[in-house]
């Protein structure tokens, strides 16, 4: 029988693992840590999920209807634990176990296609006919360089525990994204000062309207993708208003929610209004503690709150074997299939703007269909998979993608994914 090796027990290494024995094969899964649950176990105290608690959820297996709409961090990774242990995870991933390496086995066919070894920090090394990788992309961490030193105190949005770790009453917050919205919230919150740098516009979007969970509004599931993109820029225009209504906002240079960033946060908006959070533009250089701005002001802080995300970081396998677009390893079907390479398989190296959980289980189903397809073809033969989608499909080089709500979209309203690749532009001929 063929056997599979899953890298990392986070949300996506745990949603393949089960995938893919409830399929009947068998499947090893390594965990550097002690721990399931990935970055739920390491996130900032004042996280929240911005996608509802009936959305966000493994398959037939629904989180708690005693969490309130928006589950804390805490509860979310109670609920990993809780179907980790319920689906006898914990039996299965061998904890506290790097992965070193992940290698193709020599083949006079396409990389990868006779299988990878698979090495781990004990030295161990063992042949799998397929790995999904399930590693994560928050915790390689980013931080941009600018001139001079800034000799204050600077913490990275994925080692930010809560405002006890901030030095000073004046913070600035570089990022706007919903990780540095969060920040500059929780430290507003405390009665400090919190400035955010906010280099380009983008649209807000509240968590619920007409009191309900964005996700759970029956009637956007009547509409296309583009025209649900309309109604609910107009539903936030009456509800939160627009950038000119908040001093410093920069306007947004997309016109619709899907051709740019978007931020699922109000409360930064509401804190703007209150005078706890101020708006600033683009750093120019640091001096000391002084942070000289692209207008020309200069304002001394305390402290530094990076929320400028991380690198899509593989460091067990080889770079040369990757082919990175925009600094992202580009892949097919969905995000899953990394160019050039066969029986390998990224889970949750994607981010869409919804909720992402459900989505690990439909990457790896369609990995197993791959993997079905690998395993018919005849021994001397590869089955082509990667070949075939690169002639099919554009390549992805995004992890942030749009979603939209209704039949066949992401999400749908039962909470159920279907991935939606770009198809390829069809070639016109020269004339």
């Not at 930064?268 to 250089?285: A, C, D, K």
């Not at 709500?405 to 070639?427: A, D, V």
Request: charged fraction near 25%.
């Amino acid at each position: 029988m063929t056997r599979y090796c899953v890298v990392g027990a986070g949300a996506a290494g745990i949603s393949a693992l089960e995938q893919l024995r409830e399929a009947g094969y068998r499947v090893d899964c390594y965990e550097k840590t002690d721990r399931v649950g990935g970055h739920w176990q390491r996130d900032y105290d004042a996280l929240h999920l911005i996608t509802s608690r009936d959305m966000t959820h493994f398959e037939d297996y629904p989180m708690p209807t005693e969490y309130p709409h928006f589950p804390r961090r805490d509860q979310v990774r109670s609920y990993l634990e809780s179907y980790a242990r319920d689906k006898g995870h914990y039996d299965i991933i061998r904890f506290n176990t790097a992965v070193t390496s992940v290698v193709p086995i020599p083949t006079k066919g396409a990389t990868g296609s006779a299988g990878w070894t698979v090495t781990l920090e004990t030295g161990e090394t063992i042949d799998y006919d397929g790995v999904l990788v399930a590693n994560g992309h928050l915790w390689d961490q980013k931080v941009p360089q600018f001139p001079g030193t800034f000799t204050g105190k600077q913490i990275h949005s994925g080692s930010y525990r809560n405002v006890g770790d901030v030095e000073g009453g004046r913070v600035l917050v570089v990022g706007a994204g919903n990780s540095g919205c969060d920040l500059a919230v929780d430290v507003a919150q405390h009665r400090l000062e919190a400035d955010i740098v906010i280099r380009e516009g983008t649209y807000f979007q509240p968590k619920t309207y007409f009191g309900k969970p964005r996700q759970e509004v029956e009637f956007l599931a009547e509409f296309s993708a583009d025209e649900q993109d309309l109604i609910v820029r107009l539903l936030a225009r009456v509800s939160i208003g627009e950038w000119l209504n908040y001093p410093g906002m920069p306007q947004p240079k997309h016109r619709t929610l899907a051709e740019g960033s978007t931020v699922v946060n109000d409360l930064l908006l509401y804190w703007i209004h209150h005078g706890r959070i101020r708006v600033v533009p683009g750093i120019e250089r640091f001096d000391g503690k002084t942070v000289h701005f692209t207008d020309g002001t200069a304002r001394e802080y305390d402290t530094i709150l990076w929320a400028t995300g991380f690198h899509a970081s593989l460091p067990f396998i080889d770079e040369s074997l990757l082919r990175r677009s925009r600094n992202v390893p580009v892949r097919y079907a969905g995000g899953i299939v990394p160019e050039g390479l066969e029986k390998l398989y990224f889970i949750g190296m994607i981010a869409p703007r919804g909720p992402q959980i459900p989505i690990y289980g439909v990457q790896t189903k369609a990995a197993i269909r791959m993997i079905a397809l690998q395993e018919a073809a005849a021994k001397d033969k590869d089955a082509g998979i990667g070949a075939y989608l690169s002639a099919l499909q554009e390549p992805e080089d995004r992890i942030d993608i749009a979603a939209s709500f209704g039949k066949n979209r992401w999400p749908t309203r039962t909470g159920c994914w279907t991935l939606t690749p770009r198809p390829r532009t069809p070639r016109t001929s020269q004339v």
